[in-house]
Structure formats: C-alpha cells, structure tokens
Nanobody, 126 residues
Framework: QVQLVESGGGSVQAGGSLRVSCAASRDTISLYWMGWFRQAPGKAREGIAAIASDGFSTYADAVKGRFTISKDNAKNTLYLQMNSLKPEDTAMYYC????????????????????WGQGTQATVSS
C-alpha cells in the first residue's frame, strides 16, 4: 500500500519561497511517477510538476522557471521548491503517485494518479 504524507506548507509574502515535502512509503519514489498538484478554492485540481522514475521532470507553464521538483530515492521523499511565489499560487498542495504509463506527456494529468496525500496548504499574500 502506497502512503504519502506532505509537509512544509505555510504562509509567505509574494516573492518569497516555500519548500514542500512528501514522505512516501518504501520504494514508491524510485518506482512510481510522482507529481505535485494543487487545488485552489472553487477551481479544479491541476498538475504543476511531475517526475518520472528515471528523473525526467515536467512543469505546468504557470510554474515553469519558479518551481523545482526533485526527489531523494534513498529518503523516499519528494520535494517541491517554490520560489518567486505569487498570490495566485495560494492553494492546497498534494503529492500523488501512480505506476508509470507509457506516455510521459501524461505526467501532469491528475485523473491518472491513484495514490494521494492529505495535502498541505500554501498561502501567498500580496
């Protein structure tokens, strides 16, 4: 059973940084596709960053150049470093995992992920 636990959210002013982490059950990080998703009130959940088991990563245009996804296989931990934060980045952030698909262009599709953490809130004030 895959278990995911996020931590590290918080409140920050615009232009600041946050790092969120996702602790995963053993071998999940190294074998699965891992993604970061977010959901703001009244909006659909969106994929913002994802990383394949071989380290290939992809980002949504909204966060490209500002956010960095990384993982530590030995620690079974996924990270999302968020820099130059904007008020529109305010959301609940979730990590998720799924057994790999053949098409990497699907990495940011939340409907394909079947294991989810409970989420951690990030709030950016102007």
């Amino acid at each position: 059973q895959v278990q995911l636990v996020e931590s590290g959210g918080g409140s920050v002013q615009a232009g600041g940084s946050l790092r969120v982490s996702c602790a995963a059950s053993r071998d999940t990080i190294s074998l699965y596709w891992m993604g970061w998703f977010r959901q703001a009130p009244g909006k659909a959940r969106e994929g913002i960053a994802a990383i394949a088991s071989d380290g290939f990563s992809t980002y949504a245009d909204a966060v490209k150049g500002r956010f960095t996804i990384s993982k530590d296989n030995a620690k079974n931990t996924l990270y999302l470093q968020m820099n130059s934060l904007k008020p529109e980045d305010t959301a609940m952030y979730y990590c998720a995992a799924v057994a790999p698909y053949a098409r990497r262009e699907w990495l940011l599709r939340p409907e394909l992920y079947n294991y989810w953490g409970q989420g951690t809130q990030a709030t950016v004030s102007s």
